[in-house]
């Protein structure tokens, strides 16, 4: 093995993005040089057809980001806002009383939104083609390198890239977050559904080992491959994991705070958070449920939502924002940065995480690691990071929320097993460590010297 070169791809483009894929990449670069290992990292992003060393992940200081990533940014914001707009008016007479009425006020829509996206594929093709040299230099190929995908490749065009390198004898290992749009079509983008299911059709081909961020992702992921490419070829690759770091990395104390987030927390009342971009499958509305149990019978405790405005949730957001309790004992933050996240994580009286499905759970472990305590969906994930140091709750109870948070509020103990106090977690070093220890002992692993059932066991605890 010659050394590993580590794909950050989308993040090199689009530095302005930080949702958890974003954060996991920045986190895992930044910290490869402390990495102790003899093999050479080497951070590589994939642009106008060739691998080049990546100098600086962030614009350099001073240059600002480039015209079309500016563009992308706000035209990728007002696509979301369009279309919800489109939601609204399609609930509206005569659309809810005629089928016609509604076909023509979608392809009316469709045309119209011909302004957004025409203009936003023309920024994405610029941004593809960008490249800054002071931030990379061109690289080749060495026998024995190995290619690991950590950037969320499905976005990316780079695959006959790839498929070349693979056919020179570059091995490639594939970071896999999660399976949502494969197991949860219902929770996603209908377009991320196709290019996901595409994206892993080809990455069960090329890859010859996997490492995920959970052991229930891990396990997850081999099924799926097994029933795919069938068990005797599963044999063949390799399947690891390793965890997440929990530090906010963009936490900087030159940024402003929010004066309302600031006055949220001011008169001392009870705030519970649940941080997430807002999506279906993160839940929001079985919370609204919960907490409007505890505002009937008249408790103090006050939500607050933080996240961008994602996908299929005009419906929740509508919501919200007509909710007699808005800025009240209701508070919705969507473009918080990590100062304020850091001052709500500080501040909140717990953490509030309803998701039906995840790959890890990043703000569950940010928050435990800053002492906040955790109530959660009991879901196996959760399970295996939490342990007994989360309160859970039923996804079918509302309810069962409720009554969690009416037992804390009453009688100051959080309703956990063990005390978040004795919780302990790794930093984005120990995690990017690992990353990179697990791979590279994978790769060197005789094909025959598979682990067995007890390695693996042993392997999962953190």
Known sequence: MSRLLVEC???????????GIQRVVRNVIRQLEHIHIDVECVPVVFLQGRMHRVLSLAPLPGTGLPWHTRMSVTLEQARLDFWMWHARLDRCWPMTRSHNARRVLFVLSKLASLGITLPLRAANFFSRRHQAPQRSVLLEIQPGDQLLLLDSSWHADFFPIAERLKAQGVGIISVIYDLI??????????????????WFDWIAEMADGFICISTTIRDQLRAEIERRRGAELVEKLWFEHFYLGSELDLASKRTELDPALLAMFADGAPVYLMVSTIEPRKNHAYLLDAFERLWANGAAARLCIIGRVGWKCDDLMERIRKHPE?????????????????????????????????????PLVEAMQRQLPVMASDIPVFREIGGDFVAYFDLERPESLAELVERFESSGTFPAQRSVTDWTWIGWREASAQLISRVVAALRRPPKAQPSALEIHRADCP
């Open 9 to 19: 791809t989308y993040v090199f483009e689009h530095p302005h993005m930080n949702s």
């Open 181 to 198: 749009p494969l197991t949860h079509p219902q929770f996603c983008d209908n377009n991320l559904v196709k290019v996901f299911d595409r």
């Open 326 to 362: 808005r800025n009240n004992r209701l508070f919705m933050f969507n473009e918080l940065n990590d100062r304020g996240l850091e001052q709500a994580y500080a501040h909140a009286r717990a953490l509030v995480f309803p998701s039906y499905v995840e790959g890890f759970g990043l």
